[in-house]
């Protein structure tokens, strides 16, 4: 289970001088996924940061499956994070940075967790990449990884940052499906950043669009009002 509600959701930089989000206020069902737009600087990133618990709220609640997960030190908040430039440790190889994660959140034995890793790859097509390190991969071969090492850990939430802006149009279009694809497969609640308007329009069940720190519209893709 994965539901997501955030109460006049709050955050203020430099003493307030820097208001980066606005009272948002936003229900995500449990296997929804919902994408989150607006131009740069709009408070997209310190959204999904709060939600993950890598910064504290200003202000209002969040909660996740009815827990509340406000406070960065709370203690359950079983979402998995994927990230603009990957993150991958670059010293592990591919099986090390996709185990990691599972040795932290989980108490599996290392059988179970090799096997979990293993089933994973396969899932994603990068069983061949196990025993590589980040360095020796292709971007899309990364974010590939980056993925697996979400999926893996079988969370509650998803939560995407801009995953694909670093990877070239063709591969965008690719990967883009595979998401949904797994996405849908899994049911795993998606909360999903970005700026572009038609990724957002085309993956998301809902789109949330935030304008300087204010949640502005929420609805289907049809419902919302396309802005040029
Ligand atoms: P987006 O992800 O939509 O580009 P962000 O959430 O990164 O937007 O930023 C929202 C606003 O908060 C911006 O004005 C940004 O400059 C500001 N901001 C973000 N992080 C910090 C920080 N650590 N310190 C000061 N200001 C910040
Ligand atoms: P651990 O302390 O659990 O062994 P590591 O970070 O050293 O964690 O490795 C993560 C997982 O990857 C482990 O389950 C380990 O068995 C596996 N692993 C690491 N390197 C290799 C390798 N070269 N070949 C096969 N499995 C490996």
Known sequence: MGTVTLDNLGKKFDNGRIVAVDDVSL????????????????????????????????????????????????????????????????????????????????????????????????????????DDRPNELSGGQKQRVALGRAIVREPDVFLFDEPLSNLDAKLRTTMRTEIQRLQNDLGTTSIYVTHDQEEAMTMGDRIVILKDGELQQVGRPKEVYRTP
């Open 27 to 130: 229900d995500v069902a449990d296997g929804e996924f919902v994408t989150v737009v607006g131009p740069s600087g709009c408070g997209k990133s310190t959204t999904l940061r709060m939600l993950a618990g890598l910064e504290q709220p200003t202000s209002g609640r969040i909660t996740i499956d009815g827990e509340d997960v406000t406070d960065v030190h709370a203690r359950k908040r079983d979402v998995a994070m994927v990230f603009q430039n990957y993150a991958l440790y670059p010293h592990k190889t591919v099986r090390q940075n996709m185990a990691f994660g599972l040795r932290m959140s989980t108490d599996l034995s290392k059988d179970e967790r090799d096997q979990r890793v293993r089933e994973t790859a396969e899932m994603m097509g990068i069983e061949e990449l196990l």
